[in-house]
């Protein structure tokens, strides 16, 4: 079954960090692009950050750069995103996304979410 389940989300004090967990089964990341969204309630899907399949350099939304960092581990099939210094509008739901290409089809498979709460 061709899934990607996350983990990792809770709440946090503003400052705290988080780290989230993507795992892929039936797929793997070796020929993927994978996004990190975030979405809060009323408002429009965000990219957050994404490594492309070209294996080229990581892309950032300009309001985490330089605090979240999204990584890969092909062997245990799963892709992170460390945030650090959490500020209180980073609070949403995150979502993973792949797509992934088997013979020339491309894929598209979304996680389940995991919410974030940064809050004192």
């Known amino acids: 079954q061709v899934q990607l389940v996350e983990s990792g989300g809770g709440l946090v004090q503003p400052g705290g960090s988080l780290r989230l967990s993507c795992e892929a089964t039936?797929?793997?990341?070796?020929?993927?692009?994978t996004t990190w969204y975030r979405q809060v309630p009323g408002k429009e899907r965000e990219m957050v950050a994404r490594i492309p399949r070209s294996g080229g350099s990581t892309n950032y939304a300009d309001s985490v750069k330089g605090r979240f960092t999204i990584s890969k581990d092909n062997v245990k099939n799963t892709v992170y995103l460390q945030m650090s210094s959490l500020k209180a509008e980073d609070t949403a739901v995150y979502y993973c996304?792949?797509?992934?290409?088997?013979?020339?089809?491309?894929?598209?498979?979304w996680g389940q979410g995991t919410q974030v709460t940064v809050s004192s």
């Open positions: 996304n792949a797509i992934y290409w088997f013979e020339a089809i491309a894929y598209d498979v």
């Open positions: 039936g797929f793997t990341f070796n020929n993927t692009s």
